[in-house]
């Protein structure tokens, strides 16, 4: 069972102060959080396998509800790391999204302006087909930065916060993400997940402008398109039951 923590001057499980930390991202928290307004974000899910639990979309709303509904893995096969595989989906997700709107705005020349991978982790990869160093060399020849938090079952004056956890390579971790120009921050407290979020939303921050039609159908000027955002979420958030629906 997950670890009691205190969120907000709550009790509650370390899942929840998670998912609760990546939803101020998403959305905002008034402070240093100010919130993806207009960026396109998914949500990749996983264990010892890798889903797409949220495609890319400009509809946070349905996001967060996805991510609140996330559950921890049942059956202890499933409870393994697939971190390549996790993050070949992401980038692939990206690459694909890219190519489409190339071929929408029928110009070869066309890029997105930012696009980035964000990975929490609480272990190594010990499962999967493609490892975090073939994830990191694509996104690297794709320019996508890989954004790394490693969750580490710290412990301090009041106690263990995180509750125990797999071990996590900072030394590896650190490598696969700068290989992409990205950057890799250990975390042993929830406050410390949450600066991490901050600096994130400051690198990876620029001007999108965005219109919807009457139908409520998405459409974005493609020049103008800056964060391009993939959310993955480790050991913590791996399974779902919404698994094999996306």
């Known amino acids: 069972m997950d670890e009691p923590v205190i969120f907000d001057g709550v009790r509650t499980n370390r ?23 207009g960026d396109l974000l998914g949500l990749i899910v996983f264990g010892s396998f890798a889903d797409t639990l ?17 559950e921890l893995p049942q059956v202890e096969r499933e409870r393994s790391t697939a971190i390549g595989d996790a993050l070949m989906l992401a980038i ?9 709107m190339r071929a929408e705005t029928e110009d070869e020349t066309f890029e997105l ?7 929490l982790t609480d272990g190594e990869n010990r499962a999967g087909q493609y490892s975090p160093q073939q994830a990191a060399a694509l996104a690297n020849d794709w320019g996508i930065k890989v954004y790394i938090i490693g969750i580490r079952g710290g412990t301090t004056s009041g106690g263990r916060f995180f509750g125990p956890t797999q071990q996590v390579n900072d030394r590896r971790m650190s490598q696969v993400a700068e290989h992409t120009g990205g950057q890799y921050w250990g975390v042993d407290r929830i406050t410390d997940l949450e600066e991490v979020y ?20 998405e459409l ?3 020049y103008a398109i800056g964060g391009l955002i993939v959310l993955l979420s480790g050991v913590f958030l791996r399974e779902t039951v919404l698994r094999g629906v996306a």
């Open 15 to 37: 899942l929840e102060a998670v998912k609760k930390v990546v939803e101020r991202f998403v959305e905002g928290d008034g402070s240093q959080l100010r919130g993806r307004a």
């Open 54 to 70: 949220v495609p890319l979309t400009q509809s946070h709303e349905a996001l967060i509800e996805s991510l609140r509904r996330v």
């Open 92 to 100: 692939g997700r990206l690459k694909a999204s890219e190519d489409a």
């Open 113 to 119: 302006k930012s696009k980035a991978v964000i990975l």
């Open 198 to 217: 901050a600096k994130i939303d400051e690198l990876e921050r620029s001007t999108i402008e965005v219109s919807e039609s009457t139908s409520y159908e």
């Open 220 to 222: 974005y000027h493609p």
